[in-house]
């Protein structure tokens, strides 16, 4: 695209003009942004500096990592599905329907985003655990119980990372054009149909937007996870616990199942980014 | 952006600014660091509690973790006078780094418990229950002193333990173990003491040889050096002898 900085006869053409202003960033912008730039960058490097790179196969492929691994991803991967099939649905009513304690509710929900994990997983354990308001009715009625289970991994993640999905959709959902939905309303739809046919395509990005942040914000899990579902290698330790417990033991593991997790996730982040947000 | 939302900005700004401020300004008060570990949380809050009294002005702050993340932070770094471990291993690891000034000095011991919910609910009568599959049993992991001294005691009881889970700290276990989540776990004989919601202990005489010996020892980066000195005498002290009696823990 070819600009010129003295052509402002025609609207668009200044609009240009004004964008091509807009890419020399100005320097108070420029200093803070790098000073926030240094905050992510310094501890990658610090992760990637102290690595055992040589023995970074041998460290991985040892049967507690690979464990932990295969829990992460099944872990992680099913919250994420929770959290659409019953998230998306919570977004719809927050952002359509209107009820009593709707605000509340609101706030309820997004409590997961700024509470500590490890409180969240005791409210989960004083909840669904053996001796919990459900969990003892449960573990009566049925001899399930949820705690120091891959359930109970899955619950913890679920509870951190539903949160992220149903804020990014409700947003979404307020955002939709209600035309096109009054439109296809007229011409008989129900109004799921319209849900299913019109609304949900028209945030497709958000929704993919929202998965991302879920899964993410569930593999990286801990506090939760170690307060609610225990710490047992093959069972209930995912990488974020193997790393804990490794860092103080077995440092060179701890840095290997570090730098796997950076690598995912960044490898996860820029495809899905560009992919998805871009547009 | 409306201008309330940049009036709120500023007011938070200034809050934070005036409280990060005061916080490098504490003129004639002396900060002692002292790091723990996570069974010593009780009786070390009554330790700093009465040094402080004997010393005005000065304020010990707490550092309660697993002995062994807290080597590491140490070995990283991190600003401490004085450290006590939960055994002689992870000392040792820091007296080998150059990290301790002086030697460290034994101040008291603890033997392993077996510990269920109040009323016993599973009815577990001994060690064999560890290996009960159908039980809930926890330990602690096996970096942190707690389940190395519970592997030591198992293997030599000839009790191949079935855990549901492994526990980073002492603490965290007992917590489940009060709570009822668990039938059964492996904790220190002061735990029980430190229990509120009240833990019962099982009689487990295959135990009773396996003790961890804690350490106390001045960091060779403390900035306070004396005043740590102080803090280490005064933990050796019959006073401090008392106070760690108090809390469980053997000589």
């Known amino acids: 695209m070819t600009v010129k900085r003295d052509a402002a006869a025609t609207g668009s053409k200044r609009r240009r003009s004004h964008r091509s202003a807009d890419s020399r960033t100005p320097w108070p912008l420029a200093v803070l942004a790098a000073v926030a730039s240094t905050i992510f960058v310094v501890p990658l490097i610090g992760l990637i500096g102290s690595a055992p790179w040589r023995d970074l196969p041998n460290l991985i492929a ?135 046919r019109i609304s949900l395509p028209m945030i497709a990005p958000s929704l993919r937007a929202g998965l991302v942040l879920a899964w993410a914000r569930a593999l990286g899990e801990f506090g939760a996870t170690i307060t609610f579902a225990g710490n047992l290698s093959g069972r209930t330790q995912t990488l974020p616990l193997a790393v804990f417990v490794a860092l103080e033991a077995d440092r060179p593991r701890a840095l290997a199942i570090s730098l796997l997790l950076v690598v995912v996730s960044i490898v996860v982040l820029v495809t899905l980014r560009d992919q998805w947000w871009r547009r | 952006m409306p201008p309330s ?85 992870v000392m040792d690891d820091l007296v080998a780094a150059a990290a301790v000034s002086g030697d460290p000095a034994p101040f008291a011991s603890n033997r392993l418990a077996l510990a269920v919910p109040a009323g016993n609910p599973a009815d577990v009568d001994g060690l064999a229950d560890l290996a009960d599959a159908e039980l809930l049993v926890g330990l602690c992991a096996s970096q942190v002193p707690c389940g190395q001294l519970a592997s030591e005691a198992l293997g030599m009881a000839g009790v191949t333990a079935a855990p549901d889970t492994t ?31 009240g833990v019962e202990v099982i009689a487990a005489p295959a135990l009773d040889g396996h003790s961890t010996r804690y350490p106390v020892a001045v960091l060779s980066g403390s900035t306070s050096p004396a005043l740590a000195d102080a803090f280490m005498i005064f933990v050796l002290s019959p006073e401090g002898r008392a106070i760690l009696d108090r809390h469980g823990f053997g000589r």
Do not use: H
Request: one cysteine or more; hydrophobic letters at 55%.
């Open chain 1, 62 to 196: 040892d049967e507690i990592v690979v464990d932990a691994i295969g829990l992460s991803l099944v872990s992680s991967l099913v919250a994420a599905m929770l959290s659409v099939i019953l998230g998306v649905p919570l977004a719809w009513v927050l952002s359509r329907s209107r009820f009593p304690g709707q605000r509340l509710l609101r706030a309820v929900v997004t409590l997961p985003m700024v509470l500590p994990p490890v409180v969240g997983g005791a409210a989960l354990l004083f909840a669904l655990g053996r001796r919990g308001i459900i969990g003892e009715p449960l573990a009566e009625a049925t001899g399930f119980v949820l705690p120091f289970s891959l359930w109970g991994v899955i619950v913890a993640n679920t509870f951190v990372a539903m949160p992220f999905l149903v804020v990014t959709v409700e947003g979404a959902f307020d955002s939709v054009d209600r035309r096109y939905e009054a439109a296809a309303a007229t011409l008989g739809a129900n109004r799921f149909t319209v849900f299913r």
């Open chain 2, 5 to 89: 939302f940049q009036g709120a900005l500023v007011v938070v700004s200034i809050i934070v600014i005036s409280i990060l401020a005061g916080c490098g300004s504490d003129g004639d008060r002396r900060t002692l660091r002292v790091f723990a570990a996570a069974s010593l949380t009780d009786s070390f809050a009554d330790l700093a509690e009465a040094f402080e009294a004997e010393n005005p002005g000065v304020r010990v702050e707490l550092n309660l973790a697993g002995s062994s993340s807290l080597r590491e932070q140490i070995l990283e770094g991190a600003p401490a006078d004085v450290f006590a471990s939960a055994n002689e291993q």
């Open chain 2, 167 to 197: 526990e980073p700290d002492v603490r965290a276990l007992l917590a489940k173990v009060e709570a009822g989540e668990l039938d059964v776990g492996l904790i220190y004989a002061s735990d029980v003491v430190a229990s509120t919601g």
